[in-house]
Nanobody
Framework: QVQLVESGGGLVQPGGSLRLSCAAS????????MGWYRQAPGKQRELVAT???????KYADSVKGRFTISRDNAKNTVYLQMNNLKPEDTAVYYC?????????WGQGTQVTVSS
């Protein structure tokens, strides 16, 4: 059963913006910290941003100042606003809890940054 569904990816030019959405189950959203991950071809999956329940949001050094994670409790949805995108941001983006639940990985949403 799919518990996390990502959307909002696409093709964008360098310097452009995208907003990713992650619809989570009420159970996962209510009890787990949520985060965004990405995996580029031939690369390991990495944590991009996380929103702990009791501390401030955290970001990978590579995206600080450009990405913003947020959530909508009423919709059980977490967002990733991505600004000033760079070619190295190209990857499949996933949402999951932080730490991630192995059974919750979805198909992700493709983000391609290219001229």
């Amino acid at each position: 059963q799919v518990q996390l569904v990502e959307s909002g990816g696409g093709l964008v030019q360098p310097g452009g913006s995208l907003r990713l959405s992650c619809a989570a189950s009420e159970f996962i959203f209510s009890i787990f910290d949520m985060g965004w991950y990405r995996q580029a071809p031939g690369k390991q999956r990495e944590l991009v941003a996380t929103m702990p329940r009791y501390t401030g949001a955290k970001y990978a050094d590579s995206v600080k100042g450009r990405f913003t994670i947020s959530r909508d409790n009423a919709k059980n949805t977490v967002y990733l606003q991505m600004n000033n995108l760079k070619p190295e941001d190209t990857a499949v983006y996933y949402c999951n809890s932080d730490p991630p639940r192995a059974s919750s990985w979805g198909q992700g949403t493709q983000v391609t940054v290219s001229s």
